[in-house]
């Protein structure tokens, strides 16, 4: 402390409006690094989770899409009309394996991973089926096709299951990500209010502390200088600083000291004369 006393008034004013500043950065710094975590959390929960449900209740349309197209190339009589089904259906599982490869790019679950791989396969268990089917409507072999339903609505619906599970899972994720984003952002509120308080404390105790130190010295003085001016010339000013004041408190003493000294000289060489 008494190293800051015996600074230049101009460098305790530099100084402290270096740690003012130095705090400034600090509250912008904890809210940067909140909003930083808080943006990382929310992309996990838009990019890895939701954009990754979504591309499994995509698949699941396509599918539902895919098995409609082949009950209805049964019922259609025009040939034309059951090959308009047929590349139906080809669109239909391009659309599926998409939204199934946009799906395993944001798995992050090994075993949510192994279970895609498995309705993969499910998936391509259904697509002959689904083609011999088809094939047999163009045939004019309706009582067959219908037939071959039974088989392929199993293999749809197991699909289907593994779907709403995968589903369920990302939902699962979604909610435990909101749940650690609205607790960073509890943390980085926190932290930010903290720091902003703190950096207001520490502000307010230099204010006072660099107001004693420049004021106090100066009320010192000016009661000393008070006294001389009522004939006290015995008075001393006690400063231990070496800045501005601590040089003004030495000089005024020097100069008591001096009118002190010459007043005394005077009333010597006033009793000598009188004698």
Do not use: C
């Not at 101009?10 to 975590?37: D, E, N, P, S, Y």
């Not at 909610?175 to 509890?186: F, G, L, N, W």
């Not at 004021?215 to 501005?244: C, I, Q």
């Amino acid at each position: 402390m008494q190293w800051f006393r015996d600074r230049l008034t101009a460098t305790k004013l530099l100084l402290g409006f270096g740690l003012v500043i130095a705090m400034l950065i600090a509250v912008a710094a904890a809210g940067v690094q909140g909003m930083q975590r808080i943006d990382s959390a929310m992309t996990v929960l838009y990019e890895t989770h939701a954009l990754g449900m979504n591309a499994v209740k995509d698949a699941n349309v396509y599918l539902i899409k895919g098995s409609r197209a082949v009950r209805n190339a049964i019922l259609d009589d025009n040939e034309a009309d059951i090959r308009q089904r047929m590349s139906d259906l080809v669109r239909f599982r391009e659309g599926f394996a998409t939204n199934i490869a946009a799906y395993e790019k944001n798995i992050t679950i090994a075993a949510n991973r192994e279970k895609t791989a498995a309705l993969r396969r499910r998936f391509e268990e259904l697509n002959p089926k689904q083609d011999r089917v088809v094939a047999m409507a163009l045939a004019g072999k309706d009582a067959e096709a219908k037939a071959g339903l039974k088989d392929i609505r199993a293999i749809a619906d197991q699909i289907e299951a593994a779907l709403d599970e995968q589903e369920a899972a990302k939902l699962e994720l979604m909610q435990k990500s909101a749940a650690e984003a609205k607790q960073t952002y509890e943390a980085a509120r926190v932290a930010m209010l903290a720091t902003t308080v703190g950096a207001l404390v520490l502000a307010l105790v230099l204010a006072l502390s660099l107001g004693r130190i420049i004021s106090n010295p100066l009320k010192e003085a000016a009661a000393v200088l008070g006294r001389v001016a009522e004939g006290d010339f015995t008075v001393h000013l006690d400063t231990h600083s070496k800045d501005e004041v601590g040089q003004m408190a030495a000089s005024l003493n020097r100069a008591v000291e001096d009118l002190r000294s010459a007043l005394t000289e005077i009333r010597s060489r006033s009793g000598e004369v009188s004698e």
